[in-house]
């Protein structure tokens, strides 16, 4: 099984094929250096991807997904794409950072095992097989199907400390809004029909 702490030999390396293109992009890869992004291009473990303005583009991770979506001026790097066959299925281990902008995910539900992430500077996400919307300026969750668990940094500043954390589980039609502060007891969650403005990738 794949762990959090690592991999098994036999673990395979995902990947990201792009679908769709409205405006332009680019991606850096492991190398640090900057190309053009083309429909059908395969991107990997490493890779940054980087939206132009009044720009989106549509994903197919073929193991690891199956679909994200970026809208304008995001900046996404595919940190783990990992994926083990098992006689119950596919394990899978993505990771994903979301440094700006926003993105819109279909994740079909996981295996016993299997991790699927989204960082944002304001938090963690933790996706267990739903259609989910993330903003990293905002830290907003919104989620469609199924369910999410965030982890928010209180202090972004000493992410790592575990006494800067909050739990919250965001349930299929809810939202959560990222408060400015938590020194209060109000409540987070809200009940909406639908995400913000943001199409469902088309690579599902």
């Not at 059908?40 to 989106?56: A, H, I, K, R, Y």
């Amino acid at each position: 099984m794949l762990t959090a702490t690592g991999t098994r030999a036999d673990s395979k390396q995902g990947t990201a094929i792009v679908k769709a293109i409205t405006g332009s992009a680019s991606y850096v890869d492991q190398a640090g250096l900057s190309h053009p992004l083309k429909t059908g291009m395969v991107l990997q473990e490493g890779d940054t991807l980087q939206t132009g303005v009044d720009s989106t583009v549509d994903l197919h991770l073929p193991h690891n997904g199956p679909a994200v979506g970026l809208n304008a001026e995001s900046t996404l790097r595919f940190e783990r794409l990992a994926f083990e066959e098992t006689a119950l299925g596919t394990v899978i281990d993505t990771r994903l950072r979301l440094s700006q902008g926003d993105m819109v995910g279909s994740v079909h539900k996981l295996l016993a095992g299997s991790r699927y992430e989204v960082r944002t500077p304001r938090g963690l996400a933790s996706v267990r097989g739903t259609e989910f919307y993330v903003s990293a300026k905002t830290g907003d969750v919104h989620v469609i199907t199924g369910t999410v668990q965030l982890t928010i940094y209180l202090n972004v500043t000493s992410p790592g400390d575990p006494s800067s954390f909050k739990y919250v589980t965001i349930g299929a039609g809810q939202s959560f809004y990222m408060p400015r502060s938590f020194l209060d007891n109000a409540t987070f969650l809200a009940v909406t029909t639908a995400p913000p403005p943001a199409q469902l990738p088309t690579g599902r």
